[in-house]
């Protein structure tokens, strides 16, 4: 079965900077986009961003485009999402997942996700 653990959440005040990791194992990380989305209590899930097999293709909310960064190590089958500038309405689990085979950047269609990882900011 396939794993994704994610980590690095934690509290921390508006305007500062989280970097969360996502370890995948038991499948092919190399063949999949990845992606981590977020969702905060008695909201929808939103995606976040995705990051093409390759490293090379990148998709961002606009809600956070220009202020997240996500990357990959395919040689440590992690996936990687910097978020600085944060916002009160950042504050969310955070989830990162692999994408649906076929899916395109955005597309927001995950076939796996892990447990998440909490993030809070306070203003």
């Known amino acids: 079965e396939s794993q994704l653990v994610a980590s690095g959440g934690r509290s921390v005040q508006a305007g500062g900077s989280l970097s969360l990791s996502c370890t995948a194992s038991r499948f092919p990380f190399t063949m999949y986009t990845m992606s981590w989305f977020r969702q905060a209590p008695g909201m929808e899930r939103e995606g976040v961003a995705d990051?093409?097999?390759?490293?090379?293709?990148?998709w961002y909310a606009d809600s956070v485009k220009g202020r997240f960064t996500i990357s990959r190590d395919n040689a440590k089958n992690t996936v990687f999402l910097q978020m600085d500038s944060l916002k009160a309405e950042d504050a969310a689990m955070y989830y990162c997942?692999?994408?649906?085979?076929?899916?395109?950047?955005?597309?927001?269609?995950?076939?796996?996700w892990g447990q998440g990882t909490q993030v809070t900011v306070s203003s």
């Open positions: 997942a692999v994408a649906r085979l076929g899916a395109g950047l955005g597309a927001s269609n995950y076939t796996y």
């Open positions: 990051i093409s097999r390759g490293g090379t293709g990148l």
